[in-house]
């Protein structure tokens, strides 16, 4: 039962152009939605996050939106630079569950010079 | 500030051996994650501590997995005996405590790679 699902295993842009990640979830008890960023070899690095109460939260390059009534989130990455190039998983998460995160399959993006 | 720590960063070993993997979360962290990551998936949780008690193990397979952060930092993860589908990165992270938002993040370590053969 893949509750979260990012269903673009890869994403190739331009360097400068928008990138528009996508994630998909199924359970509506989610509360706490996150973004993270994988190079490879390392670890996981945080992005951003947005609370359910929310539509829309803004870091810098970084915008994620919230649509609950889809139970569909995004990440865009404006401009996009040849550093972005990564792989990004989306999370989710329940206050029942404490901090527990229910990740997805990850997107590949390739940011080109 | 120092992040997760986590040895050994590569280990092979055969089906039916056992291995062990140890984690240092960030100083002052109440809250410790063990992640499973085979390849081409998102992480799994595998188990949770708050301090030195665990909050959540109901995903990890308990005849061949063990794990303990007895004096409520460091913490250990066992495999006994391993099979060939355990071959995945072992992500230990960490947060200040339970629950997110209010500036609690997780933090990630680099992982461990284990491959059965």
């Known amino acids: 039962d893949q509750q979260v699902k990012q269903n673009s295993p890869s994403l190739s842009v331009q360097e400068g152009r928008i990138s528009i990640l996508n994630c998909d979830y199924t359970?509506?008890?989610?509360?706490?939605f996150l973004w993270y960023k994988k190079y490879p070899a390392e670890g996981p690095t945080f992005l951003i996050s947005?609370?359910?109460?929310?539509d829309k939260n803004e870091d810098g390059r970084f915008t994620v939106f919230l649509n609950k009534s889809a139970k569909h989130l995004s990440l865009h990455i404006v401009p996009s630079q040849p550093g972005d190039s990564a792989v990004y998983f989306c999370a989710a998460s329940e206050e029942t569950s404490g901090s527990r995160l229910t990740f997805g399959e990850g997107t590949q993006l390739t940011v080109n010079p | 500030e120092a992040g997760v720590a986590q040895s050994p960063r590569y280990k092979i070993i055969e089906k039916r051996q056992s291995v062990a993997f140890w984690c240092n979360p960030i100083?002052?962290?109440?809250?410790l994650y063990w992640y499973q990551q085979i390849l081409g998936q998102g992480p799994k949780l595998l188990i949770q501590f708050q301090n030195n008690g665990v909050v959540d193990d109901s995903q990890l397979p308990k005849d061949r997995f063990s794990a303990e952060r007895l004096k409520g930092v460091d913490s250990t993860l066992k495999i006994q005996p391993a099979k060939l589908e355990d071959s995945a990165v072992y992500l230990c992270?960490?947060?200040?405590?339970w629950g997110l938002g209010s500036g609690n993040t997780i933090y990630f370590g680099e992982g461990s790679w284990l491959t059965v053969v």
């Open positions: 100083s002052g962290h109440a809250t």
């Open positions: 947005i609370s359910s109460i929310k």
């Open positions: 359970n509506s008890m989610f509360d706490y």
């Open positions: 992270a960490s947060s200040w405590t």
